[in-house]
């Protein structure tokens, strides 16, 4: 193993958590650390970890075929007050908070930035404990990545992927595995965040939430501060985008809640338990708008009439759902065609009601 030091590009294997811990403490920008394979403690705390732009930080597996385990823990790993950082190739487990948790160290003023997890898997997250613990939490993130990550049960009242007040990300190609559990979801985007893009995704009954745009974010959390905000008009998430995604189940695989424009298109929503969208406001404080605004366009949805309320749009009070456009999709209801049309609040163009899709790519898609 090479001695620890402060060279630019160096590579430095540990195989203990406080190898790990010193090794990091010690990085440059440049500076590759690999972890051995074999389990390590969870409950690593690291801060201010700071690359650059073409020389990041990169924490990694030092055998990808064999990643090491990070066990326990409140939370597996937290990472503070970081920029131009890479995690790759690394599982965590068994957390009894969240699974791996990454924030701007309570400085809303200054976000960590350009952040990139790769291949990161995290499972069995504070299992049986109720209360909001997530696999992973990203808080006051700009210009982020996640790629081919697969987050999967994560216990009671939490969410797969949890960002507040995030910026500039994309979340691509990852799969997210738990159970239709009533407070849970999968990927959401709350407190601020905007232009965040999720795509080519897939969701195995993903809570009850699978993709929740939007939510209910304590006003104090907000990133960048509601004070800071110009022109008086708030909302939880904005120019959020989900496109050629597939989701398995789940109460509702789409919720809107109070956002301000955020678009849905080429996904694939299949036997959703009641709903296929929902259309919510949570946040209520003076100078938020309405829910408004989004588009769900050119998606295909597969549902049985017994799982099926409302029309398969759920609109709650406080909304503006007429301002929603509804274009080009696909719906069609196994056990009886004729009753696939949905009741949209807001009038379709071109939408297909009643026609069989494609049974191989749906089966394909199924088991991918």
């Not at 920008?29 to 732009?53: F, H, M, N, Q, W």
């Not at 939370?75 to 908070?97: C, N, P, T």
């Not at 699974?99 to 930035?113: C, E, F, V």
């Not at 904005?238 to 695989?253: H, L, M, R, Y």
Request: with cysteine; glycine share 14%.
């Amino acid at each position: 193993m090479k001695t620890y030091g402060q060279r630019k590009d160096a590579t430095v294997t540990v195989r203990t958590a406080e190898e790990l811990r010193r090794a990091a403490g010690e990085a440059t920008p440049g500076t590759t650390v690999l972890l051995a394979p074999g389990e390590y403690r969870g409950g690593i705390s690291l801060s201010d970890l700071k690359g650059a732009a073409g020389a990041p930080i990169v924490l990694a597996a030092a055998d990808p075929k064999r990643p090491p385990v990070i066990t326990g823990g409140g939370s597996g790993m937290q990472l503070s007050k970081i920029a131009h950082v890479e995690l790759r190739d690394l599982v965590f487990a068994g957390a009894s908070g969240n699974g791996l948790n990454i924030d701007d160290g309570g400085d809303y003023a200054r976000p960590s930035h350009h952040l990139t997890l790769r291949r990161i898997t995290v499972r069995d997250v504070s299992v049986g404990k109720p209360g909001n613990w997530d696999g992973i939490k990203l808080s006051g993130i700009d210009d982020f990545r996640l790629e081919s990550c697969v987050v999967e049960n994560w216990g009671v009242g939490g969410q797969g992927i949890d960002m507040v007040g995030c910026h500039r990300g994309v979340i691509e190609g990852c799969t997210l595995r738990h159970t239709d559990e009533e407070r849970s979801a999968g990927v959401q985007a709350k407190g601020g965040c905007r232009d965040v893009t999720v795509r080519r995704c897939r969701f195995e009954r993903a809570g009850s939430r699978a993709v929740n745009i939007g939510g209910s974010t304590g006003l104090e959390f907000f990133r960048p501060p509601l004070a800071s905000w110009p022109g008086g008009e708030r909302w939880e998430a904005k120019d959020i985008t989900v496109e050629g995604c597939t989701f398995i189940g789940s109460q509702a695989p789409v919720a809107f809640v109070g956002v301000d424009g955020a678009t849905v298109r080429g996904n694939t929503l299949l036997r959703p338990g009641r709903w296929a969208i929902r259309i919510l406001q949570e946040t209520r404080a003076p100078g938020f708008v309405p829910c408004r605004r989004g588009v769900f366009a050119e998606n295909v949805v597969v549902f049985r009439s017994a799982n099926w309320a409302e029309g398969g749009v759920n609109v709650g009070p406080g909304t503006a759902p007429q301002t929603f456009t509804f274009a080009r999709n696909r719906w069609y209801c196994e056990d009886a065609p004729e009753r696939s049309r949905p009741r949209l609040p807001a009038p379709e163009t071109g939408g297909v009601y009643g026609e069989k899709p494609n049974v191989d790519q749906l089966r394909a898609a199924a088991r991918r």
